[in-house]
């Protein structure tokens, strides 16, 4: 590992089109505020993450005018429709030199600070990335290594880090008592909430 603490920057996916939910999700109100401005919010409340980047596709424009993104930089990607690793390969770019990342959703409102600093514990040396799972079904955060991070032009389709983390030094750790994992795809999902 490298002398002091590690750089770890943070990658909040927001680029899709909520094709399932029938419009903009990111910005559905839920408890009178934009969905994606949880997020945003979690990641930006966990210091040892910066920096942290937005990643915005569909309806980006309104998106800008509507949430509140803080001291994040907000990133579009022009190929969102390419699917989850085209925005991915947005955010690392736009992190720059960094250790590792940790990625969130956009849509997963009830994600927590502790959930996203959980992740920070990893060495290195020997782990390539870390993933948070609930009931033993891998989720998000996912952590990112340098050397994982270096690999993502080999990403393609809507499947993000998944294929690479085949066969790699993964720590999995039980996250469901950090949060609730819970990701927005319809409207009736919003509802329940």
Request: hydrophobic share 45%.
């Amino acid at each position: 590992m490298s002398s002091g603490a590690p750089v770890v920057g943070g990658i909040v996916l927001a680029a899709g089109g909520g094709s399932r939910f029938g419009g903009t999700k990111q910005l559905a109100e839920l408890r009178g505020r934009p969905l994606l401005s949880y997020a945003v919010e979690a990641i930006l409340s966990v210091p040892a993450v910066w920096p942290v980047v937005v990643v915005l596709g569909h309806d980006a424009q309104a998106i800008l005018r509507e949430v509140e993104f803080h001291d994040a930089t907000v990133v579009v990607c022009n190929s969102w429709q390419g699917g989850q690793s085209a925005s991915l390969r947005s955010g690392i770019e736009a992190l720059g030199d960094v250790d590792a990342a940790v990625v969130t959703l956009g849509d997963q409102p009830r994600i927590t600070p502790q959930v996203i600093a959980a992740t920070l514990d990893y060495d290195e040396d020997y782990h390539d990335a870390v993933r948070a799972t609930y009931g033993g079904a891998p989720g998000h955060p996912v952590l990112i290594g340098r050397r994982l991070l270096a690999r993502a032009g080999e990403l393609s389709g809507d499947v993000g880090f998944r294929d690479l983390l085949a066969g790699q030094r993964v720590r999995r750790f039980e996250a469901g008592h950090l949060c609730d994992p819970v990701d927005i795809d319809t409207r009736e999902e919003l509802a329940r909430l």
